[in-house]
């Protein structure tokens, strides 16, 4: 009995740690939309078996974040410009309400943790080409920490789901070398964002991300969807 209950959460765990790592690929901005995946090679690069890597995949297909190809290939799916524009609407409600709780429990240590995140985010635009393998996810980060802070797990899986719908696209803004890189405006917003994050106030917090999200979505829907 008792070898049966250690196998067990091993299992599970494997199963999990897997999982976590290929939801990372996607919300770090590693994959592009359209791009098909190797059920095997992932397996390899992450050094387990394929079943694994299998049962994590189809778990992300159930939840939309990848999708099966009518010839059985696994890939990430596409996304139309309705799309974009109602995932778009739902994160500027969901994401907003998140920072606007996460506002009534700030810490200090919290907003010395985001600008330093902001400011590795504006060192990686500056470098460029040779930086841009860190700014989906440094982006991904500095958002998180603040949505996580409105300790709401709930909330926190539905923001989740969002993005690793939408991770891929946001590849258009934050990895294409654009203007907006180039002149760190999501930096900006950030900046505007933690200022009222130390201040308590829930709504200029609430409108900073709101101008993010915002500049974000018109650049790639200009950019990708014209």
Do not use: C
């Not at 860190?134 to 991904?140: E, G, S, T």
């Not at 969002?162 to 203007?179: H, K």
Request: glycine share 4%; aromatic share 4%; no cysteine.
């Amino acid at each position: 009995m008792s070898t049966r209950l250690n196998i067990a959460p091993r299992a599970e765990t494997l199963g999990a740690n897997v999982l976590l790592q290929i939801k990372e690929l996607i919300l770090g901005g590693q994959l592009m939309p359209g791009e098909q995946l190797s059920l095997r090679s992932m397996a390899e690069a992450l050094g387990v078996s394929v079943m694994p890597v299998r049962a994590a995949v189809y778990q992300l297909v159930a939840d939309q974040a990848l999708e099966v190809a009518p010839n059985r290939s696994v890939r990430v799916p596409t996304m139309t410009a309705d799309q974009f524009r109602e995932i778009t609407a739902i994160r500027l409600q969901i994401e907003g309400y998140a920072v606007e709780q996460a506002a009534l429990r700030v810490t200090p240590s919290l907003v010395r943790s985001l600008r330093k995140l902001n400011a590795a985010l504006s060192k990686a635009m500056a470098r460029g080409d040779t930086g841009r393998s860190d700014i989906v996810r440094l982006n991904k980060d500095l958002h998180f920490s603040i949505y996580e802070t409105a300790a709401m797990p709930m909330l926190i899986k539905i923001i989740e789901t969002l993005w690793l719908r939408i991770g891929p696209v946001l590849n258009y803004d934050l990895r294409a070398g654009s203007e907006r890189t180039d002149k760190r405006i999501a930096v900006a917003h950030h900046a505007r964002m933690i200022d009222a994050l130390a201040a308590k106030d829930a709504d200029a917090a609430r409108d900073a991300l709101k101008s993010d999200i915002e500049s974000a979505f018109q650049h790639i829907l200009a950019k990708q969807f014209s």
